[in-house]
Each structure stands twice: as C-alpha cells, then as structure tokens.
C-alpha cells in the first residue's frame, strides 16, 4: 500500500510506549490518512488517544 492509496482510508496508528515499569503498552488513536498541502501526508485523528492496555482484550489487535 501506498500513502496515496491509504488517502482516506481509516487506521488505528500507534507509537511504541511504555508504563511506569516498564512494560510495553503502546500509544495509540485512530484516524484517516489525509493529503495537506503544506505538509503533505497526514493522519487525521477521530479518536481520544489511548493506551493498548485501554483495550478489551489488548493482546488480540
């Protein structure tokens, strides 16, 4: 896939993190891939973010 062919589509975007003890938990939101003309591709955030551990079941994405 490419950024132009993600262009509006939606994805849950994250970032390695971790707590306080160092146990993996990522960081994440979802949003769209959008195009800006000043800078270019872009994800567009829809949700609050928030933290793999906030997730049902957070092993199973």
Do not use: C, H
Not at 10 to 39: H, K, S
């Amino acid at each position: 896939m490419t950024l132009e062919s993600a262009k509006g589509l939606r994805f849950r975007f994250y970032m390695d993190d971790a707590d306080v003890d160092g146990t993996p938990n990522d960081i994440m939101f979802e949003g769209v891939v959008i195009l800006n003309d000043e800078f270019g591709f872009l994800a567009e955030q829809e949700s609050e973010i928030f933290w793999r551990s906030d997730l049902p079941n957070p092993k199973n994405i």
